[in-house]
C-alpha cells in the first residue's frame, strides 16, 4: 500500500555532508512514523533517526546525535536525512522505513513499509 524510494546516497570523504531523501507515495502520511535505519555487512539493521509526521517529535540514535537531521516535506510526501560530519562507521546501505501508526519507534520489527534502501560510503 505504501511504496518507498531512497536516493542521494554516495561517496563522501569523512567530515562531508549527505542529504537522504525518500519519497513515499500510496497512502496518506496522517499517524505515521518515519524512520531511518542502516545496516552494514555482517551486521544488524540499526536505528538511526525518526520523526512522527506531525513534526512535533524526533528521536536519534546515539552515535549519530548532533550530526544528523530527520525532517520532512509534507507537501512532497517526503522524508530526509541530514548527515554531517560524516565518520567511515556511517558507511551503510541506509533505508527509509513507516511505521503506520501514531506512536513514536526505535525497532525495525515495529515498521511495516520499507524502502529498498541506498548506498553511503564515507571514506577515511
Known amino acids: 500500500q505504501v511504496q518507498l524510494v531512497e536516493s542521494g546516497g554516495g561517496l563522501v570523504q569523512a567530515g562531508g555532508s549527505l542529504r537522504l531523501s525518500c519519497a513515499a507515495s500510496?497512502?496518506?502520511?496522517?499517524?505515521?512514523?518515519m524512520g531511518w535505519f542502516r545496516q552494514a555487512p555482517g551486521k544488524e539493521r540499526e536505528f538511526v533517526a525518526a520523526?512522527?509526521?506531525?513534526?512535533?517529535?524526533?528521536g536519534y540514535a546515539d552515535s549519530v546525535k548532533g550530526r544528523f537531521t530527520i525532517s520532512r516535506d509534507s507537501a512532497k510526501n517526503t522524508v530526509y536525512l541530514q548527515m554531517n560530519s560524516l565518520k567511515p562507521e556511517d558507511t551503510a546501505v541506509y533505508y527509509c522505513?513507516?511505521?503506520?501508526?501514531?506512536?513514536?519507534?526505535?525497532?525495525?520489527?515495529?515498521?511495516?513499509?520499507w524502502g529498498q534502501g541506498t548506498q553511503v560510503t564515507v571514506s577515511s
Open positions: 520523526l512522527n509526521w506531525s513534526g512535533t517529535m524526533t
Open positions: 522505513a513507516v511505521r503506520a501508526g501514531a506512536g513514536m519507534a526505535y525497532t525495525t520489527d515495529l515498521y511495516d513499509y
Open positions: 500510496g497512502r496518506t502520511f496522517s499517524s505515521y512514523t
